[in-house]
Structure formats: structure tokens, C-alpha cells
């Protein structure tokens, strides 16, 4: 589905421009999902120096680290709603120089904060206020950099541009799952749990600094350049005054309804995609611990080769959309998904399973996901016209990842607690994507062939 809003269509950016506004719009995603990605691998490390009071068990401690981890995750609508109500009105640059300042501020003040031995309770709270930030401004942060990937993007290459966005994702999670495997090396387990945990935090200021130097630099991109054009010179001629001077062309205001319901199906298309990628990529390494023993240092290997088969297959699953469509490369990774889920919990799980299989296993369920992946950036983009694009994508997608990445280590760690059954994660990945599915296969065939709409 997509909002029936007709007007001119996208004009062809300079290569030199498309390239700026990638790397623009990539760098603030690679500062957000690095952030979520060290936050999760050291679930556990967070756990016992936030939310364990003395006579508190490790599992409790656990579940809140993840209750907050889910927190932020239903802030991000939030920060949709409100940054992409900016981008749309003021534009797409501004707002991302805002959004990046808030996600580096926030992040760097997590690795500054005093512990729970030394806070008491204001410490823990202290933590959510500052996951509740970060989930604003990464709610404002999808929206944002996909548009001005898509619109930017020359024609028939919108899969392609839009999936350096999911691809620096994975360069995020890879990156922070690099430096908590290389501090677990370097550092003794006291020293990881007593300060070596911050370092992944503070390295957040200088990356933040470099991502607001790019966006400073970045211009406005066409298709918003356009738009506001065309409604200045609309307010002019509709003006008193004007006489009988002929009115611009125009597109009609989106119906909010129609606006709804694409917001709803985007969501439903994601669904599989975000229950999937953070339970392979990001959840995997506190269930290998938790559930089925594994060291940290053998929980992190697993998710850098989960998350390495993800990156492989993102940016060929994006350039293949733009040739034979988002639905059938979306619909093809949904499926692969839902089938691998059981084999790779019971390859996980089985203690006779050479260390090899499990690599190929974690390697191929990452690249797997990541066919969803690549083209969904592009896939939402051609969903919503210029005056609510902002808006719309980045609803959908943080209503996505609000209910179904934020609560996967929640509801994961929780049913396994209270069932004792430890397929509980494919169980979750095989519902979600079969549900995605059905809504990937109401997607047109040739969207990836039209042109965005103003």
C-alpha cells in the first residue's frame, strides 16, 4: 500500500551530492546501532552494576536491564513522531544535526554514570532517563537518514542507497561487538565489570563530533527543496491580493487515515525483520550465557559471525531489489528466516555440534535476515510522499522495533524463565515473520520503478 498523493517527481541528484548525503545519513545510524549493539552484549556486565541490590537474583537483574533496553525502544515512536514532524516542516538537515547532538550526549553520559554501589536507586533511573533520550533521538534518526538516502538517491538505485542505512547497522552492531570482545580479551572480568564497560560509551563523543561535522556540511535535499517551493509560491498566489495569477501544481495533502494505515502495513512489512535481527544479533549473546552456558568471549564470537553474514548480504539483497522488486527479495528472506529458525536453536543447543557448523549456522540465519534487510529502507521510503515521508518511515519503523526488537530480549528471557522451554527464540522469530510475510506480499511488483512522489 502506499498513499495515493500524486505530484512531480524526483529529479536526479549529483553523484558528489548522493554521495555526501550517504555517508551523512550512514554515520549517525552506525553511532545509534553501535550504542544498542554494546548495550546489549554487556546486558549482563549493566545488570549486575545497575539493577542488582543486594538479595537481588542475576535473572531479575537481567529482566530490568532488558525492561529499560525496551523502554527506549517505545520512546523511538515518539521521537518519530516529533523529529519527523520537524523534518517535514523545516527539513531534513536541521533535524538531523539535532537528533545526532541528543543520541551523542546521551550516550556519552551513560559510560559517566555512577554505578548503583555508588548512586543507590538513583542510578538505575538515572540509566532509563538516559536510554529514554536515546531512544528519541533514534527514533527521529530512521526517518530522517533513509530520506535523504532515498532522495538523494539516482533513479534506480533507491535499494541500493537505501541499504547503507541497514548495512551501517550491522557496521554498528559489528563494531560494538568488536570492542566488547577485544576489552573481554585485554581486561580481567573485574576490571570489564568495575570500568572497562564504559569505554564503548565514551568513544561515542568523538564519533558524534565527526557525524555533526558532516551534517553540518550537508545540503537540503531536492525533493524537500521542491516541495517547499512549491507551497511558498502556493501561500503567495493564494495570497489577497493576488488577482487572477495562476496557482502552482501542487500535491494534495496526504489523508491522515491513508497515512495510518501505510504507518500499519510498514510496520507489519518490518515485523519480521526486527524480531529477527535482534534476536539473532543482538539478544543471541545473553541467551548463549544464560540459557545454554556459553562463555562471553564464545557468546560474542557467535554474534560477530551472526552479524558478518547480516553485513555480507545487505547491500546485494538492496542492489537486487532495485532490479526484481523489494517484494520478492523481502518475501525470499522472510521465509529463509522462519525455515532456519528450529535447525539453528537445535544446532546452538546440541553439544555434540562441531564449532564449525555452529559458525556456518549463526553466519547464514545474519545473512538470512539481512535480505530483509537491504531493501526495507527503500521499500518504506517508496510508501509515503515528500511532505510525510520523514513522518511516516520513521513510524513504522520505530513501531516495528519498538514491539518487536525492544521486548525480543524481554519476552525471550521471561517465557524461557517461567516455560523452561529454550526454542523459545525460534518460536518468536517463525510467528513474526510469517505474519511479515503476508504483509510483504501486498507490495506492487514495480514500486522499485517509480519514482518517489513529492
Known amino acids: 500500500?502506499?498513499?495515493?498523493?500524486?505530484?512531480?517527481?524526483?529529479?536526479?541528484?549529483?553523484?558528489?551530492?548522493?554521495?555526501?548525503?550517504?555517508?551523512?545519513g550512514s554515520?549517525?545510524?552506525?553511532?545509534?546501532?553501535?550504542?544498542?549493539?554494546?548495550?546489549?552484549?554487556?546486558?549482563?556486565?549493566i545488570a549486575a552494576n545497575f539493577f542488582t541490590p543486594e538479595g537481588g537474583s542475576d535473572v531479575e537483574a537481567l529482566v530490568k536491564t532488558y525492561a529499560s533496553f525496551a523502554l527506549a525502544f517505545f520512546f523511538r515512536p515518539v521521537g518519530a513522531a516529533v523529529f519527523g514532524r520537524l523534518g517535514d516542516r523545516m527539513g531534513r538537515r536541521p533535524t538531523l544535526i539535532l537528533v545526532i547532538l541528543l543520541m551523542t550526549g546521551a550516550t556519552t553520559l551513560i559510560g559517566l554514570l555512577p554505578t548503583y554501589a555508588t548512586l543507590g536507586v538513583a542510578a538505575p533511573w538515572l540509566l532509563t532517563l538516559l536510554?529514554?533520550?536515546?531512544?528519541?533521538?533514534?527514533?527521529?534518526?530512521?526517518?530522517?537518514?533513509?530520506?535523504?538516502?532515498?532522495?538523494?538517491?539516482?533513479?534506480?538505485?533507491?535499494?541500493?542507497?537505501?541499504?547503507?542505512?541497514?548495512?551501517?547497522?550491522?557496521?554498528?552492531?559489528?563494531?560494538?561487538?568488536?570492542?566488547?570482545?577485544?576489552?573481554?580479551?585485554?581486561?580481567?572480568?573485574?576490571e570489564l565489570n568495575e570500568w572497562g564497560w564504559r569505554l564503548p560509551f565514551l568513544l561515542?563523543?568523538?564519533?558524534?563530533?565527526?557525524?555533526?561535522?558532516?551534517r553540518l556540511k550537508l545540503e537540503e535535499t531536492p525533493s524537500f527543496q521542491r516541495t517547499r517551493t512549491r507551497t511558498r509560491i502556493r501561500t503567495?498566489?493564494?495570497?489577497?491580493?493576488?488577482?487572477?495569477?495562476?496557482?502552482?501544481?501542487?500535491?494534495?495533502?496526504?489523508?491522515?487515515?491513508?497515512?495510518?494505515?501505510?504507518?500499519?502495513?510498514?510496520?507489519?512489512?518490518?515485523?519480521?525483520?526486527?524480531?529477527?535481527?535482534?534476536?539473532?544479533?543482538?539478544?543471541?549473546?545473553?541467551?548463549?550465557?544464560?540459557?545454554?552456558?556459553?562463555?562471553?568471549?564464545?557468546?560474542?564470537?557467535?554474534?560477530?559471525?551472526?552479524?558478518?553474514?547480516?553485513?555480507?548480504?545487505?547491500?546485494?539483497?538492496?542492489?537486487l531489489s532495485d532490479r526484481i522488486g523489494r517484494r520478492a527479495v523481502m518475501v525470499a528472506g522472510a521465509v529463509l528466516v522462519a525455515v532456519l529458525a528450529f535447525p539453528l536453536m537445535h544446532l546452538l543447543q546440541g553439544s555434540g555440534t562441531s564449532t564449525a557448523t555452529k559458525s556456518l549456522a549463526v553466519?547464514?540465519?545474519?545473512?538470512?535476515?539481512?535480505?530483509?534487510?537491504?531493501?526495507?529502507?527503500?521499500?518504506?521510503?517508496?510508501?509515503?510522499?515528500?511532505?510525510?515521508?520523514?513522518?511516516?518511515?520513521?513510524l513504522a519503523y520505530s513501531l516495528s522495533n519498538a514491539v518487536f526488537s525492544g521486548c525480543a530480549g524481554l519476552i525471550i528471557?521471561?517465557?524461557?524463565?517461567?516455560?523452561?522451554?529454550?526454542?523459545?527464540?525460534?518460536?518468536?522469530?517463525?510467528?513474526?515473520?510469517?505474519?511479515?510475510?503476508?504483509?510483504?506480499?501486498?507490495?506492487?511488483g514495480d514500486d522499485h520503478r517509480r519514482a518517489l512522489r513529492d
Not at 149 to 178: D, H, I, K, N
Not at 183 to 188: C, G, S, Y
Open 131 to 190: 536510554r529514554i533520550v536515546q531512544g528519541l533521538s533514534a527514533g527521529g534518526e530512521f526517518g530522517g537518514a533513509v530520506s535523504i538516502m532515498t532522495e538523494f538517491a539516482p533513479p534506480g538505485r533507491r535499494g541500493l542507497y537505501g541499504s547503507w542505512q541497514s548495512f551501517t547497522v550491522a557496521l554498528g552492531l559489528l563494531a560494538g561487538a568488536g570492542m566488547a570482545a577485544l576489552l573481554a580479551t585485554v581486561l580481567t572480568e573485574p
Open 236 to 319: 503567495r498566489t493564494q495570497s489577497p491580493g493576488a488577482g487572477d495569477r495562476p496557482q502552482a501544481v501542487t500535491p494534495a495533502p496526504a489523508p491522515a487515515r491513508e497515512v495510518a494505515k501505510a504507518i500499519a502495513l510498514g510496520a507489519g512489512r518490518l515485523m519480521g525483520w526486527s524480531a529477527a535481527g535482534y534476536t539473532f544479533l543482538v539478544v543471541m549473546p545473553s541467551y548463549l550465557q544464560s540459557t545454554l552456558n556459553a562463555s562471553f568471549q564464545q557468546a560474542l564470537i557467535a554474534t560477530v559471525l551472526a552479524n558478518l553474514g547480516f553485513a555480507a548480504s545487505i547491500i546485494p539483497a538492496g542492489a
Open 27 to 45: 554515520v549517525g545510524n552506525f553511532i545509534e546501532w553501535y550504542e544498542f549493539g554494546v548495550y546489549g552484549y554487556f546486558a549482563t556486565v
Open 1 to 24: 500500500m502506499t498513499i495515493p498523493v500524486h505530484g512531480p517527481v524526483e529529479g536526479t541528484a549529483k553523484p558528489p551530492r548522493s554521495r555526501r548525503a550517504l555517508v551523512a
Open 204 to 214: 561515542t563523543l568523538p564519533l558524534g563530533l565527526a557525524a555533526l561535522w558532516l
Open 363 to 394: 553466519f547464514a540465519a545474519g545473512a538470512a535476515v539481512g535480505l530483509m534487510a537491504g531493501p526495507g529502507p527503500a521499500m518504506l521510503s517508496e510508501m509515503f510522499p515528500t511532505s510525510v515521508r520523514y513522518t511516516g518511515l520513521g
Open 413 to 444: 528471557t521471561e517465557a524461557i524463565e517461567r516455560t523452561g522451554n529454550i526454542d523459545i527464540p525460534a518460536h518468536y522469530v517463525v510467528v513474526t515473520c510469517a505474519v511479515s510475510t503476508l504483509a510483504l506480499l501486498t507490495l506492487r
